[in-house]
């Protein structure tokens, strides 16, 4: 599995800098399109498949309900929210997934650009504050 990973992580590299020269003028939409679903295949979780990836995920934040842009499954339990973003990440885009994990009582909220990973964990996202809370920040 590991050895499949790896080679599947290697394709999704070279894919990304086939991109490079493209990626300041791409929305949100061809983020994930051409970079996150790709990414999450990569990692084999297939964003094809509603058993493992969910779409615009619903979340009830009070009276209002939201969409995670994606929800990595383990049944019918979301186990990791994936929120995605064109150009930089930062703190408010961290914020929003770690509060929709929150809300969901999901452990792990992953925000992405498809270039660079940042992973948190909900449990260490004290005082609003998200630095605490980054497990892994992969570029």
Partial sequence: MSEEINESLRRFAERVHSFIDQFSKWTEVEVKKYLIEPLLTALLWDPTDPNFVRHEFPV?????????????????????VVEAKAGELDE???RQALSYARNLDVPWALVTNG???????????????????????IE
């Avoid at 934040?61 to 990595?72: H, I, N, P, Q, R």
């Fill in 60 to 80: 009830t934040m009070g009276s209002e309900t939201k969409k995670v842009d994606y929800a990595l499954m383990s049944g019918d339990t979301p186990i990791c």
């Fill in 92 to 94: 408010v885009a961290a």
């Fill in 115 to 137: 270039q660079r990973l940042r992973l948190y964990g909900v449990i260490f996202f004290k005082s609003e504050d998200v630095v605490n809370a980054l497990v892994m920040d």
